[in-house]
């Protein structure tokens, strides 16, 4: 595989990480946004990333390939009660699919999820993402349940599956 580095990602990035966003939402309609992207400004980004810098139990990381975003994934952290769960979200250019990136970018969200002693990862994927699914169950994750019309895109509804990653055994 060619070098990529993947790294915390820092609200210097927010530019390129909307950019990012608008390309891999145009790619997919496995994201809860499509190529519009995500409605926020700069600075409205640069603020989020720093807010969770400064969390204990969320982490954003960025994926690097001569220069280029090509994926990001994301573990947010619940408060109060939850707080030994935390929600992971996860993306990949189209042109990077089924080169491992996913799971080098899986095995850096798992190994922040046991340092910060998250307990319980979960996440949500589209029900017919069966490349997705693969790759989250070779991580150990586990189908929990499914979501019904959790995506309505045009007319057309999309069920989802809900899967965990139980790190406290």
């Given at each position: 595989m060619e070098h990529i580095e993947i790294r915390e990602t820092m609200p210097e990035d927010a530019e390129k990480l909307i950019a990012y966003l608008k390309?891999?939402?145009?790619?997919?309609d496995n994201l809860t946004f499509g190529k519009e992207g995500?409605?926020?400004?700069?600075?409205?980004?640069?603020?989020?990333l720093t807010q969770v810098h400064e969390e204990q139990r969320s982490v954003h990381y960025s994926v690097w390939k001569e220069g280029e975003l090509i994926a990001d994934g994301s573990l947010s952290g619940l408060p109060r009660r939850m707080s030994h769960y935390a929600e992971l979200g996860l993306s990949v250019i189209k042109e990077q699919w089924n080169q491992g990136i996913g799971g080098r970018l899986l095995?850096?969200?798992i190994a922040y999820?046991?340092?910060?002693?998250?307990?319980?990862?979960?996440l949500e994927v589209r029900s017919d993402n069966a490349g997705a699914i693969h790759l989250y169950e070779k991580y150990g994750f586990k189908r929990v349940g499914m979501i019904p019309g959790y995506f309505k895109i045009n007319d057309t509804y999309v069920d989802f599956v809900m899967m965990c990653l139980d790190l406290r055994g």
């Open positions: 390309k891999v939402g145009a790619e997919t995500l409605s926020v400004t700069v600075e409205q980004e640069k603020a989020y095995d850096e969200l999820a046991r340092q910060a002693s998250i307990e319980i990862i979960r």
